[in-house]
């Protein structure tokens, strides 16, 4: 860290989150790599190529037996790893240019450098997949060119203590032989959700943060608090808290591991927890958690990237990958929720100085009917197709006749009406709204957004958008209460209902789901399942007489635990 590095004490970086969990433990660095750029730039006289070319033959096949000796050693993804990167070592491609800079010339380390970077260059213009091997193809090369130069192979130093281990990325061979008592935690600022990076941390069940910017500035030895679930590393937090942080992720994960539902509390009080997906490989993947259904179906992310109206019959199969997903089980449907943050191509957006508050949501269809009736049309044919009717709910709803028009006409295409309430109108206005629709779903993201009067997408207005806003839940709990009062669901299926804690205090509002990224469902099952109702309608009264986000969290951990 340099005295001009903006990094302080608790700064904290944010990253990718891959593997949940959390650690605290000292920062450790893979050797550095040898300096390619001090080598001789001199051409090597012709009678001197070809034994320069043998030894890097030699080199080469050098590094690939190492691999593969330590595949053999391995077991599971890791000797896949492994083997891959030996297989790697041994391509004929890069091998090929190698040799021929050697005969043009070039000594064995410039060869070798050279030849890998044409390489990387390739596989970085293909994208995806491919670029997420470049890593491998310089870990080759950093591992010849230390055998050229008879240096010890560059790679992870073994740590005396457990440590955790930040790198601009880490090479697959490096990752594969780490052992996870020693190695606790990984951090990369490279790499993405797919890289070895996080396929060998997944394997090592240690937490994995990556993509993190302004890692390179903390320097080895500093200690740090890695935390898989939200994405972040904390630089030099207070020692107690951070070792108290890491005692309770590591309860809340045996506890969430074990959960497999269905969502009661400790005394019995079903409430339905659900996932929230994009589309029918999301539903799948939701379908090996716990989730007893989807809460929210996200439909305009299916066609983010589409710039004519998808047909009736497009839509239909789209949908009824999802209810197949979830035959017999609940499916809410939402209608396109297309404007503001998720503007769709085709919906004609009109230009708006201040797009969360123009025609976004149901309001669309004011102008363009016709793209709602496909819609339902396509979800009712997707219910008929699959026998699974789904729910459906309209996006931004803000006015009873709102909720009406769509009731109607959704119960015109046979399907069950509901809508969603994330404009604080609505959630004033909830029991009128109920006379028209069969249940109510909260969105706690764009109901704290309107409610705060911040912009959800603002990093600087985190703390005004946090769903912890004692504003924020008075309007959930105030829904909540008008659907209790004519006996119909009222869900949640905003980020709250993600937050263990803050899932408990829903439960004691007397919400009768809970929907959440797959990911956090478990968790949330988990938490459930730890407390009595009469715990979570404590804290639920308790919130609701605090004046301040944190004070509402304090006031819920102090009943919740
Ligand atoms: C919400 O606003 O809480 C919600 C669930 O909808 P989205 O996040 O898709 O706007
Ligand atoms: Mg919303």
């Not at 997906?277 to 989807?294: I, L, M, N, Y």
Request: hydrophobic share 45%; glycine share 8%; charged share 20%.
């Amino acid at each position: 860290m340099t005295a001009t590095s903006p990094l302080t004490s608790h700064s904290v970086l944010h990253g990718v989150p891959v593997v949940a969990g959390v650690q605290y433990a000292p920062v450790i660095r893979p050797g550095t790599l040898p300096d390619v750029d001090a080598e001789p730039t001199d051409e090597l006289p012709e009678d001197e190529r070809s034994a320069e070319g043998e030894r890097f033959t030699a080199a080469a096949a050098a590094v690939a037996g190492r691999l593969r000796e330590r595949a053999a050693h391995a077991t599971g993804a890791a000797s896949e790893v492994l083997a891959a990167t030996a297989t790697l070592a041994t391509d004929r491609g890069w091998l090929g240019a190698a040799e021929k800079r050697i005969k043009d010339g070039a000594p064995a380390v410039r060869a070798v450098n050279g030849a890998i970077d044409q390489f990387v260059e390739m596989f970085t213009k293909l994208g995806g997949l491919m670029a997420e091997r470049v890593t491998d193809l310089r870990d080759i090369r950093d591992r010849v060119i230390a055998e050229l130069k008879g240096l010890p192979e560059p790679g992870v130093p073994l740590p005396d203590e457990p440590s955790i281990l930040c790198a601009e990325d880490l090479a697959p061979a490096d990752t594969a032989g780490l052992d996870p008592t020693l190695v606790v935690a990984l951090a990369t600022t490279l790499g993405g959700p797919t890289s070895h990076t996080a396929i060998i941390a997944r394997q090592l069940g240690i937490p994995c943060v990556v993509a993190v910017a302004g890692l390179d500035d903390v320097p080895a030895g500093t200690m740090v608090l890695v935390d898989g679930t939200r994405g972040t590393v904390t630089v030099a937090p207070d020692e107690a808290p951070a070792r108290e942080a890491v005692a309770e992720a590591k309860r809340i994960a045996e506890a969430a591991a074990n959960w497999s539902g269905p969502g009661t509390t400790a005394d019995g009080h079903a409430v339905a927890v659900l996932a929230n997906v994009q589309d029918g490989a999301a539903a799948r993947s939701a379908r090996q958690t716990p989730a007893e259904g989807v809460g929210l179906f996200r439909t305009e992310l299916c066609f983010l990237n589409t710039d004519t109206e998808p047909t009736v019959e497009e839509q239909a199969s789209i949908y009824a990958e999802v209810l197949e997903a979830f035959a017999g089980n609940k499916v809410v449907v939402r209608t396109l929720d297309a404007g503001s943050d998720k503007p769709l191509k085709f919906a004609g957006h009109p230009d708006e100085a201040n797009p969360a508050l123009g025609v976004r949501g149901i309001r669309i269809a004011t102008n363009n009917p016709g793209l709602l009736d496909h819609q339902l049309e396509a979800i009712a044919q997707a219910a008929e197709r699959t026998g699974n009717p789904p729910w459906v709910m309209a996006p931004m709803i803000a006015t009873a006749e709102e909720a009406k028009n769509f009731a109607d006409k959704a119960r015109a295409y046979g399907l069950t009406p509901g809508v969603m309430i994330e404009v604080p109108a609505a959630a004033l206005l909830a029991d009128r709204i109920l006379d028209h629709v069969d249940f109510l779903s909260i969105g706690t993201n764009d109901l704290a957004q309107y409610t705060m009067a911040a912009d959800r997408m603002s990093a600087e207005l985190a703390t005004l958008t946090d769903p912890w806003q004692p504003a924020v839940l008075a309007l959930v709990a105030m829904t909540v209460k008008a659907g209790a009062a004519v006996g119909k669901p009222v869900g949640v299926c905003g980020e709250a209902a993600a937050d263990p804690l803050l899932a408990c205090v829903l439960t004691g509002f007397g919400v009768t789901s809970l929907s959440a990224a797959a990911a956090a469902v478990q968790g949330v099952g988990a938490k459930l399942a730890m407390v009595t109702l009469q715990q979570c309608r404590d804290a639920a009264e308790a919130v609701l007489g605090t004046a301040s986000a944190a004070e509402a969290r304090a006031a819920a951990l102090a009943v919740l635990g």
